[in-house]
C-alpha cells in the first residue's frame, strides 16, 4: 500500500497520538511521522528537535515500522517528498472533524493525496496537548496516564 503520512504538532506526543500509530502501522505497514508547526498553536513547549526525539523514544517497539522526520511548509509538500500513498489524521470531537473534513478536502483538491482519518480508543480520546501542557505547567497531578513515560519525565523536567 505505500508509506503512510502521519502529520502532527505532538507537543507533546501523547496515548492518544501512539494508539493512531500503531493503528496506522498495522495498516500500511510503514508510517512517517511529521512532526511540523501548526500556525494555529503558536505557544508550544518542547522545540521540534525535542518533539521528534520523544517520539522515537516511545515508538521503539514498532521498530523500523516507523520513522520519525521535522518538515516546514505545507502537509502535502512533507507528504509527497518521502511519496506517501496517504496521509492520516485523527479527530476526537465533532469539531475535530470538521477541521480535518476541510483540510483532507483543501488537500485532495489541491494535489489528489488522499487523507484517512482514525478514531483513537475511547480512553484515550479526552487526551489533548493542550490539556497536558497545561497541567506541566501548573504541576498539576492527573491519575490516568496521558503519555508515554519519557514524555511525563520531561514534561516533570521542563515544568521544575
Ligand atoms: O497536531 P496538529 O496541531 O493538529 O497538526 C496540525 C498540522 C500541523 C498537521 C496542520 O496544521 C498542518 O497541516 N500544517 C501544515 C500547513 C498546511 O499544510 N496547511 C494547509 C492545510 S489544508
Redesign the pocket.
Known amino acids: 500500500m505505500g508509506v503512510a503520512f502521519y502529520?502532527?504538532?505532538?507537543d507533546p506526543f501523547h496515548l492518544g497520538h501512539l494508539d493512531i500509530v500503531e493503528q496506522a502501522v498495522g495498516m500500511f505497514g510503514e508510517l512517517v511521522i511529521g512532526v511540523?508547526?501548526?500556525?494555529?498553536?503558536p505557544s508550544g513547549m518542547f522545540t521540534a528537535d525535542e518533539r521528534a526525539d520523544l517520539i522515537r523514544q516511545s515508538t521503539t517497539h514498532l521498530g523500523k515500522s516507523v520513522c520519525v522526520e521535522k518538515f516546514s511548509?505545507?502537509?502535502?509538500d512533507a507528504a509527497a517528498s518521502i511519496t506517501a500513498s496517504f496521509i492520516v489524521?485523527s479527530a476526537r470531537t465533532t469539531s475535530d472533524f470538521e477541521t480535518e473534513q476541510?483540510?483532507a478536502q483543501?488537500?485532495r483538491a489541491a494535489t489528489g493525496i488522499n487523507t484517512v482519518l482514525l478514531f483513537s480508543s475511547p480512553e484515550h480520546q479526552f487526551i489533548t496537548?493542550t490539556y497536558i501542557r497545561q497541567f506541566a505547567q501548573h504541576k498539576g497531578t492527573m491519575r490516568t496516564k496521558v503519555a508515554p513515560q519519557c514524555v511525563l519525565e520531561a514534561l516533570a523536567k521542563k515544568n521544575s
Open positions: 502529520p502532527g504538532s505532538f511540523m508547526h501548526n500556525p494555529a498553536k511548509g505545507l502537509t502535502v489524521k476541510q483540510m483543501t488537500n496537548s
